[in-house]
């Protein structure tokens, strides 16, 4: 089983930064792609950032330039980093990741979500 503990929301103002943090526990042989996704009201989740374990980083369009993911392979924790934040940024952030578990004797992967923490962009 895998738990993801998410921080760093909050209330705050348009051009202001957050940034948020994801802490992966458990059991698991591996972590592949890390990555944060979002989900404003009446809205779809969407894809906000992901980076693999190896190779480039993939961002949302309405994010680049703005946002930056990261991620500290020996804590298991993914950070996003936010500026320039904008109304429409205001959404439930979820983080996401991609283990690699045993199962019956073979690795195969899994995706797990965390809870969500609310980014509420306003004046």
Not at 39 to 45: E, I, N, V, Y
Not at 106 to 120: A, F, I, P, R, S
Request: charged share 15%; proline share 3%.
């Amino acid at each position: 089983q895998v738990q993801l503990v998410e921080s760093g929301g909050g209330l705050v103002q348009p051009g202001g930064s957050l940034r948020l943090s994801c802490v992966v526990s458990g059991s698991f042989f591996s972590i592949n792609a890390m990555g944060w996704y979002r989900q404003a009201p009446g809205k779809q989740r969407e894809l906000v950032a992901v980076i693999p374990s190896g190779g480039s980083t993939n961002y949302a369009d309405s994010v680049k330039g703005r946002f930056t993911i990261s991620r500290d392979n020996a804590k298991n924790t993914v950070y996003l980093q936010m500026n320039s934040l904008r109304p429409e940024d205001t959404a439930v952030y979820y983080c996401y990741v991609q283990t690699l578990r045993w199962m019956a004797a073979e690795l195969k992967e899994y995706d797990d979500w965390g809870q969500g923490t609310q980014v509420t962009v306003s004046s």
